[in-house]
């Protein structure tokens, strides 16, 4: 029997709920400071073309799924709290070497100044591109080793505070940190960028990361060794695994953890590979080639105050929009009497929905940039709102002792398939400029139809997703550790 409480709840869960926010919006930051700076401040230095910077975006791609690989086994052998830590370390020094690569192009090429690059013209400029590009591409290396620790910790973290039927509206909440990450670096990079020059952005996105860190060590240990968490809470973290009644904190003993290759056993474990590869790099493209789309097809650069209100738009939608997602699914359960899993796919078809609005982008932006700002920005919020629930769906069927490891899966399933549309997309609208009227779609030529064609595949990824999902798993099946 559940004792009675005679003290009040305490609340240090959302404390931690807050930090993985603010954790998350660093990382998407840092993530996205070149994609606000490589096209109107980068490009002209270092003469990269479309294709340059779909290589080094596809390649964090490929460096972020392999690093996820072994990620979510990192963070189950270190912990939580450790594992978080080593992570956001590594990807904020990642962040700030970026600011050294045009120094560091300069003195391999002997030039005496990083403004004299721009200047270059023919092989010397050929040759400025491509060393600038393997020097991006190896801070992309040591960003992408570190933000793969996020999620799984991010995950791992919400599983160890809070119980199932809240766990999708508190990973919808830190997962909002992407978007807000994403609404603030519009606002931000661009400005200092223009400022102080686009090696300040990246140093001073960068050095957030370390301020987190000092939070992280002061504020996190486990529910049950936390002098924040009273015992009323500790009960309410542990209700689905019967151990309310469990007075003594240290008679709870850990779970066991499903051998790595075992986990490739489970049909869950697929539909989870599944839901993150189709529907990751949807969203991945939008954060890297939006500012490039709105400058290439409205010459609204990133600096400019059309470029930044749309963008700011964009993801104000997302941001606004998407924290709802975790409201849908504990209605379905609470309200309907569903399980966790069937509530959650239930919401999840819905939010596969949205982004159906993405065929109409290019198209009504014809008559105006904003309509392709806020159908973009509809988009976003579907996927944010699908990728809480969806992580919640590793909650839902595996124990917590392995659900680093399932994360970590996932979202080297994610970076893949990042990697193939970002990389693919690079080539794809070099080769679609270049055809220019020759190649149509859908009434655009050239680029514009490149973009329509991008556009279609996002728009649909996220129901194909679905309903593989559902093949797979189509009821509620917890996995248990032998």
Not at 49 to 59: A, E, H, K, N, P
Not at 228 to 239: D, G, P, S, T, W
Request: glycine letters at 10%.
């Amino acid at each position: 029997m559940t004792p009675i409480q005679t003290t009040k709840m305490s609340n240090f869960r959302w404390v931690i709920c807050g930090l993985l926010f603010l954790a998350t919006t660093v990382n998407y930051m840092d993530r996205q400071v070149l994609s606000l700076t490589w096209k109107d401040f980068i490009a002209p230095e270092f003469h990269w073309t479309d294709g340059d910077y779909g290589f080094i975006t596809g390649m964090f791609s490929l460096f972020y799924a392999v690093a996820n690989l072994f990620a979510g086994k990192f963070i189950d052998w270190m912990g939580t709290k450790k594992g978080y830590l080593i992570a956001i370390f590594v990807w904020s020094v990642g962040a700030c070497l970026h600011a050294g690569c045009g120094w560091v192009a300069m003195e391999w090429q002997g030039y005496s100044s990083v403004a004299e690059l721009g200047q270059l013209t023919g092989d010397a400029a050929v040759a400025i591109a491509t060393i600038s590009v393997w020097l991006f591409l190896s801070c992309r290396l040591i960003l992408a080793v570190g933000e793969a620790g996020n999620f799984p910790a991010a995950i791992k973290a919400t599983a160890e505070y809070f119980p199932k039927k809240d766990r999708a509206f508190s990973t919808s909440i830190f997962n909002s940190g992407a978007s807000v990450g994403a609404l603030a670096a519009p606002a931000t990079i661009p400005l200092l960028a223009r400022a102080w020059g686009w090696e300040m952005a990246f140093i001073i996105i960068g050095a957030l990361g370390f301020v987190w860190m000092g939070l992280w060590t002061w504020l996190y240990d486990k529910p049950r060794l936390s002098k924040r968490v009273n015992q009323a809470e500790l009960n309410y973290i542990e209700q689905d695994n019967d151990l309310a009644d469990v007075q003594d904190r240290n008679a709870v003993k850990e779970e066991k953890t499903i051998p790595f290759w075992q986990c490739f056993t489970f049909k869950q474990t697929y539909s989870f590979l599944v839901g993150k590869f189709m529907t990751d790099g949807v969203w991945w493209f939008f954060l890297f080639w939006a500012p490039a789309y709105f400058s290439d097809q409205y010459g609204y650069t990133s600096d400019s105050a059309m470029g930044i209100a749309l963008i700011f738009t964009l993801y104000l939608i997302v941001t606004v929009l998407s924290i709802g997602g975790g409201y849908l699914p504990k209605y379905f359960v609470e309200k309907r009497g569903m399980n966790p899993y069937l509530g959650r796919m239930r919401a999840m078809f819905i939010f596969a929905c949205f982004p159906v609005l993405g065929l109409l982008a290019q198209p009504l932006g014809v008559y105006s940039a904003w309509w392709p700002a806020i159908l973009i920005g509809l988009l976003g919020a579907g996927h944010q709102a699908w990728s809480a629930n969806l992580f919640s769906t590793v909650g839902d069927m595996f124990p917590k002792s392995t659900i680093g490891t399932l994360v970590g899966l996932g979202t080297m399933a994610g970076g893949f398939g990042s990697m193939t549309i970002n990389y693919g997309s690079g080539i794809f609208f070099d080769w679609a400029k270049a055809q220019g009227s020759a190649f149509t779609f859908f009434g655009f030529e050239g680029k514009p139809a490149a973009y329509m064609v991008v556009f279609c595949i996002c728009a649909v990824a996220y129901l194909i997703g679905w309903f593989i999902m559902k093949a797979l798993v189509p009821k509620y099946k917890p996995v248990i550790a032998d």
